[in-house]
């Protein structure tokens, strides 16, 4: 992602972070990426979308089902990838107007 973010956007920014999960204390490394456009421009917009994999699915009724991961195409890919096409095609042919 941040490969593809880097081709269309001005500046792009990894934020590494550590979460402790509150079931297992297992420490994940998380990553959130930021892909600015015209940075300096005194009118911005704001997209935000998220896409994680989880260890655990803690919606699941059963707990063999809470012990599954959940990948994370199933768990807010969609939004991503919209705004990846957006990045990388749209916002980059035609930016924003100042």
């Not at 934020?15 to 994940?28: A, D, I």
């Not at 704001?46 to 195409?73: I, K, N, Y």
């Amino acid at each position: 992602m941040a490969e593809r973010l880097r081709a269309a956007a001005d500046t792009v920014v990894l934020q590494r972070f550590s979460h402790v999960h509150s079931q297992t204390g297992e420490t994940l490394e998380l990553t959130n990426l930021l892909a600015r456009y015209r940075p300096a421009a005194s009118r911005r917009i704001l997209f935000l979308a998220h896409w994680d994999t989880r260890p655990t699915s803690d919606a699941e009724d059963t707990a063999e089902g809470r012990a599954l991961p959940v990948p994370g195409a199933n768990d807010g890919g969609s939004g991503t990838a919209v705004l990846l096409a957006v990045a990388g095609r749209r916002t980059a042919a035609h930016p924003p107007a100042a």
